[in-house]
């Protein structure tokens, strides 16, 4: 799970134990692509699909910008994480295998 976190952002979480690290971690990688390429951060949001309005929100908030646009990513990839594990199937069709 935290690999997907850090994926896209070019940072690794696999030293990274608890939910404050992997915010830190990706609060300074934002805080960089703020600083340098804001077009690309604004694309991996969009990829995440991270919706445009609570990106708006923070973005008016004015303190702490970077971490709470670390907070979506995280709270949206373990979003993403309990869907993929609810519509898992139990086992694969046999119609299906290969």
Do not use: C
Request: hydrophobic share 45%; glycine share 6%.
């Amino acid at each position: 799970m935290k690999k997907k976190i850090g994926e896209g952002f070019g940072i690794s979480t696999d030293r990274l134990i608890s939910k404050q690290q992997v915010l830190a971690a990706l609060s300074a990688r934002i805080e960089q692509l703020m600083a340098a390429d804001a077009d690309l951060l604004f694309s991996l949001l969009y990829r995440l699909d991270i919706s445009e309005r609570k990106i708006k929100e923070v973005l008016k908030g004015g303190s702490e910008i970077a971490l709470h646009l670390a907070t979506l990513v995280y709270d949206r990839q373990l979003e993403k994480a309990a869907w993929r594990n609810h519509f898992k199937p139990d086992q694969p069709d046999d119609e299906l295998a290969w």
